[in-house]
């Protein structure tokens, strides 16, 4: 009933920029050391990816863009964007190997009811350039493949910024739900997201941004996922649940302004997974982003236990015991933005 694997490859551990860059893969290492050693992967079977053929991109990607990592992967200098994401010697052949893992995770749901690749969730990467930390969009590709077997995909994304990569990859394909909570403000990355953005051509409708002030925390959060959220996808009703679970929505995060906590994160994903039980949909969980290394880390050690039904909690009640809340300010600004939503979505 809750059959999950775990994709990974030790190779992971090369997409980490250098520096005082704050993408670090330190949190895969560290979920993957959690998960060791609390035996989780007795319960849990850790999967290799296979590694896709780069041609396979294209479905994503402009042949030009492919090429111009492979040539700056070589050079090790220079930036892949306009100045977030630097290139490193190789990385290429890691961002390969991680988009070849959320692939893996997708195509292992023929055998599995919930896969993870925490080494995926890279929501910014454009068709003919990187963003914002991310190479390959891993999560349009991996959903890409998804639409050989599944015809109602939802991506639900809850890392603190706009995926904005992904709507744009998939903003016109009726048989994707892109929902998208992130912090929205003034000069904050990316700067898209706005209720306003809801897909194009058949698929209008079907491009669902919740922009959340800066100080949002776990009360408002969940009350925006429960009013807007949980009704759209049950009228969706997808028969694969992508989830794009980053870190930086955490109130540690030193990016974002965003306040869930674990018990806020872990609503969440609970009620993704009930959901997905009730149409009896599959789930993909791909990681995100996460700059407090051991927020992240714990954030996904405590959603792969959700989903594989282990329990993780004494762990949470340690440290994290009550939801964080909003001011009155936000309070106030989410309540209308929610009431929008209602309105644009005839919810
Ligand atoms: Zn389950
Ligand atoms: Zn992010």
């Known amino acids: 009933?809750?059959?999950?694997?775990?994709?990974?490859?030790?190779?992971?551990?090369?997409?980490?920029?250098?520096?005082?860059?704050?993408?670090?893969?330190?949190?895969?290492?560290?979920?993957?050391?959690?998960?060791?050693?609390?035996?989780?992967?007795?319960?849990?079977?850790?999967?290799?990816?296979?590694?896709?053929?780069?041609?396979?991109?294209?479905?994503?990607h402009s042949k030009e863009y492919v090429e111009f990592v492979k040539k700056k992967s070589e050079e090790g200098r220079g930036y892949l964007d306009d100045g977030?994401?630097?290139?490193?010697?190789?990385?290429?052949?890691?961002?390969?190997?991680?988009?070849?893992?959320?692939?893996?995770?997708?195509?292992?749901l023929d055998n599995y009811d919930h896969t993870i690749n925490i080494g995926g969730g890279f929501h910014h990467a454009k068709y003919t350039s990187a963003s914002g930390f991310c190479v390959f969009n891993d999560v349009a590709l991996g959903i890409k493949i998804a639409e050989d077997k599944f015809n109602r995909i939802a991506l639900v994304?809850?890392?603190?910024?706009?995926?904005?990569?992904t709507q744009l990859l998939l903003a016109n394909d009726p048989k994707v739900l892109k929902i998208s909570l992130h912090m929205y403000h003034k000069g904050?990355?990316?700067?898209?997201?706005?209720?306003d953005e809801i897909g194009e051509g058949d698929a209008k409708g079907l491009t669902m941004n919740i922009p959340l002030p800066p100080g949002t925390a776990d009360d408002m959060y969940l009350y925006a996922f429960n009013q807007v959220v949980v009704p759209k996808l049950n009228e969706f009703k997808p028969e694969l649940i992508v989830i794009l679970?980053?870190?930086?929505?955490?109130?540690?995060?030193?990016?974002?302004?965003?306040?869930?906590?674990?018990?806020?994160?872990?609503d969440v994903i609970r009620t993704l997974h009930k959901l997905a039980h009730d149409f009896n949909a599959k789930i993909v969980m791909t990681g995100g982003g996460g700059y407090n290394y051991e927020s992240t880390a714990k954030i996904w050690a405590l959603s792969i236990a959700e989903l594989a039904n282990l329990d993780f909690t004494d762990f949470l009640e340690l440290e994290d015991c009550c939801y964080l809340a909003s001011s009155g300010f936000v309070k106030k600004r989410v309540v209308e933005i929610v009431e929008k939503l209602k309105k644009i979505h005839g919810l």
């Open 84 to 108: 977030d994401t630097p290139a490193f010697k190789g990385i290429f052949e890691s961002a390969l190997v991680r988009v070849s893992g959320t692939v893996t995770a997708v195509k292992l």
């Open 1 to 60: 009933m809750h059959k999950t694997a775990f994709v990974w490859d030790d190779r992971y551990l090369d997409y980490s920029f250098p520096g005082d860059h704050p993408f670090k893969s330190l949190r895969e290492s560290m979920t993957k050391k959690i998960l060791e050693e609390r035996g989780a992967f007795h319960y849990i079977d850790l999967v290799k990816p296979d590694i896709i053929p780069e041609e396979m991109l294209y479905k994503v």
């Open 157 to 165: 994304d809850i890392d603190g910024h706009h995926g904005d990569g």
């Open 245 to 266: 679970n980053g870190g930086d929505s955490h109130f540690t995060d030193p990016l974002v302004e965003l306040k869930l906590s674990n018990k806020g994160y872990l």
């Open 188 to 195: 904050f990355f990316p700067g898209s997201g706005d209720v």
